[in-house]
C-alpha cells in the first residue's frame, strides 16, 4: 500500500500544481475583465456626460433664439401699437 501511495504522491502533486495554475489563471482572468468592464463603463459614462452637455448647450443656445425671436416681436407690436394710442388720445 505504502508503494502504491509513494507512486500516485507524484501524480497527485502534479494534479494539485496544475489546478493551482488553472484557477490562479481564471482568477487573473477574471480580474482582467473586471478591470475592462470598469474601464468601458467609465468611457461610456463620459461619453454620456459630453452628449448631455452638448444637449444643454444646444437647448440654452435655441433659448436664447427663442428669446431674441420674441424680444423683437414684442417690439415690433409696441411699435405698431403706439400711433393707435396716441390717435386715441
Known amino acids: 500500500m505504502e508503494r502504491t501511495l509513494a507512486a500516485t504522491a507524484g501524480s497527485a502533486a502534479m494534479t494539485r500544481d496544475?489546478?493551482?495554475e488553472l484557477l490562479d489563471e481564471?482568477?487573473?482572468?477574471?480580474r482582467e475583465a473586471g478591470e475592462a468592464v470598469s474601464r468601458r463603463g467609465q468611457e461610456a459614462g463620459a461619453g454620456l456626460a459630453r452628449r448631455g452637455q452638448d444637449a444643454r448647450d444646444e437647448l440654452a443656445r435655441r433659448v436664447e433664439s427663442l428669446e431674441r425671436r420674441l424680444a423683437s416681436i414684442e417690439a415690433a407690436i409696441r411699435r405698431e401699437s403706439k400711433p393707435?394710442?396716441?390717435?386715441?388720445t
Do not use: F, L, M
Open 18 to 20: 496544475r489546478a493551482t
Open 26 to 30: 481564471v482568477a487573473r482572468r477574471g
Open 84 to 88: 393707435e394710442s396716441e390717435d386715441e
